[in-house]
């Protein structure tokens, strides 16, 4: 099954997993139409799950069983080499709770050492440097980029979803207006039929 995607405007970047299980495998989708795609398999992995992908300044960045992975064209390369033992100590469990979000020039990564709460810490890469550092207090189960280049994250902390801006621990107050906006797509099939079967909360 298709467990996620994230797109860099030229390719679509698609990941399936095992129904149940952990294997998987990413594909590259190159072409703009449905007449001329061309599927290439880049890694015999997916990722860990659908918020498990972000697209920085840069490039795709994708979060798998092996590690954190930045995607270019057909190439990936590893940019976690730093942490991986840290990673890989993680089961397959805890890193499918994982969520990727990008704030500026850093590539934030929430992680958890207990697959029954929320994620405790954070892992964030500077870009410019490329180090990793270690952040506390990082509960976001699905992280976003606002258009004034805040990130922001969800966490379900207890009965309430409470909504974090950029620095850890900082709650949003009031209510937070949303719109969902949808392209004008059909592929040519304006009458087939379309359903709605996932959807991520942007701010305006």
Known sequence: A??????????LYVSKQ???????????????QPSNFAIRRIAWFGAVNSRA?????????????????GLAGSKLYLI????????LDLTNTQR???ALGHYRNQLWCSLT???AVDPLYGLVFDQVYQRWSRYTEVRGRIFTTAPNGDLLWASSESAQV???????GLALEGTVAMYWHTPNLDFG?????????WGYLRPK
């Open 2 to 11: 298709i467990n996620g995607g994230e797109s860099d405007g030229e390719v």
């Open 18 to 32: 095992t129904i149940g299980q952990f294997e998987g495998a990413l594909y590259a989708v190159f072409g703009d």
């Open 53 to 69: 992908f972000v697209i920085t300044q840069s490039y795709v960045a994708v979060a798998t069983p092996t590690g954190i992975y």
């Open 80 to 87: 976690s080499n730093a942490l991986n033992k840290s990673w």
């Open 96 to 98: 499918s709770k994982s």
């Open 113 to 115: 050492k207990d697959a």
């Open 162 to 168: 409470k909504i974090f801006r950029t620095a850890p």
């Open 189 to 197: 099939s304006w009458y087939s039929d379309k359903q709605w079967t």
